[in-house]
């Protein structure tokens, strides 16, 4: 059996970004070396307006350096996060979330960071945005981002027939 040159290639480059993407990973979580707050923020309330929520909460008794906002359309609430630098303050934190849709259940939870490690998570809390004005009243639309990701995957493959063909 003879294999083409143009495969053997392709099997070589694979190889490498397996190899080469595991070893990332593995050096990345051995860099920090940060000690993670030991507690999470006090997490108690949602306000609601238009197509904004406004988060509240309460820092923690630990050391910290900034937050993750993460948030979603299940409890798990892990769809969309956001990292922010945030120094100790007196009194409660507040973070607005922006253009959420109206008529869809968002889920909330917060942590705290210090450098590169997290704390654990806030409790986690949902709101419905009732009314929010002239939005559309879906919930967010993954079609862009499907059809993002199906072009790329078909040029990719497109490619890689190419090469195996040439």
Request: with cysteine; charged share 10%.
């Amino acid at each position: 059996m003879k294999i083409r040159r143009s495969t053997l290639y392709l099997f070589i480059f694979l190889a490498f970004i397996l190899l080469f993407s595991s070893k990332i990973n593995i050096s990345l979580a051995d860099d920090c070396n940060d000690v993670a707050p030991g507690d999470a923020p006090n997490f108690y309330s949602i306000s609601m307006a238009s197509s904004t929520a406004t988060l509240y909460f309460v820092q923690p008794s630990s050391q910290f350096d900034g937050y993750i906002i993460s948030y979603g359309l299940t409890n798990s609430a892990d769809n969309y996060s956001v990292k922010y630098p945030m120094s100790s303050i007196n009194g409660a934190n507040s973070y607005s979330v922006n253009n959420l849709f109206p008529n869809t259940n968002y889920y909330f939870k917060v942590r705290a960071v210090k450098g590169c490690a997290a704390g654990p998570w806030s409790q986690t809390l949902y709101t419905n945005l009732k009314g929010a004005g002239n939005l559309p009243e879906t919930g967010p639309s993954w079609t862009p981002v499907a059809i993002g990701i199906a072009g790329a995957g078909l040029v990719i493959l497109g490619g890689l027939l190419f090469l195996l063909f040439l």
